[in-house]
């Protein structure tokens, strides 16, 4: 039969508060993340990666947060602006060689004004 | 500096044709990959290239075949499209292994096969 398109998680938040994104990996062998922003139209942008003898790390507005104890990666996004406005994926490096990536489903995240 | 580019960037194609699919980067990267995007799905691997004349099959590889003949090129061809290959397929590079891992994307390629 034809499948059905599943929706993305929504989160929406006021345009100037902390937005956060999360993340739950598969494979506790990954030793590398990476949060990919992709805007309606585009292919995926790099935003910050992370490796797994980190637990945290902090760029321009953006700060990644990793526990390996439960798998779980976060996004957090300060003083959000209308553009910051799209779907925002997780990514892991499972060992295997290649630099695979595997990818989450993704979360749109909605800036109000 | 063009990155990662993708054509064509639309198309519709009739079940049963054949096309290609084109990828250039123009960094010297030693790794690309073919990924395929569907709604509520994420990215999914369908195959990728360590190196000039080597490819791997990723995750969903079938119906699919891809050629690396130039280190800055990597194809994608579908045989015999059916349905189930309407998607968006993103092209994307990366430096090798022990360097720093993030890929660069192309644009994307939206397929609908009728």
């Known amino acids: 039969g034809e499948s059905v398109g599943l929706h993305l998680p929504t989160l929406s938040v006021q345009e100037g508060d902390n937005s956060i994104i999360n993340c739950a990996y598969s494979n506790s062998a990954s030793d590398y993340f990476i949060w990919y922003k992709q805007e309606s139209g585009k292919g995926p942008q790099f935003i910050i990666d992370?490796?797994?003898?980190?637990d945290k790390r902090q760029g321009q507005r953006v700060t990644v947060l990793l526990n390996k104890t439960v798998k779980h990666l976060s996004l957090q996004i300060a003083a959000t602006q209308p553009g910051d406005s799209a779907v925002y994926f997780c990514?892991?490096?499972?060992?295997?060689?290649?630099?695979?990536?595997?990818f989450g489903t993704g979360t749109q995240l909605k800036v109000e004004l | 500096n063009a990155g990662v580019t993708q054509t064509p960037k639309f198309r519709v194609l009739k079940t049963g044709q054949s096309m290609t699919l084109l990828c250039a980067q123009d960094m010297n990267h030693e790794y690309m990959y073919w990924y395929r995007q569907d709604p509520g799905m994420g990215l999914r691997l369908i195959h990728y290239?360590?190196?000039?004349?080597?490819?791997a099959k990723g995750e969903v590889p079938d119906g699919y075949n891809v050629s690396r003949l130039k280190k800055q090129n990597f194809l994608l061809g579908l045989e015999s499209a059916a349905p189930s290959q309407t998607s968006v397929y993103f092209c994307a590079s990366s430096k090798a292994t022990g360097q720093r891992y993030g890929y660069t994307f192309g644009s994307g390629t939206r397929l609908t096969v009728v």
């Open positions: 290239s360590v190196g000039e004349g080597t490819t």
């Open positions: 990514a892991e490096n499972p060992p295997g060689g290649g630099n695979k990536l595997t």
């Open positions: 992370i490796r797994s003898n980190m």
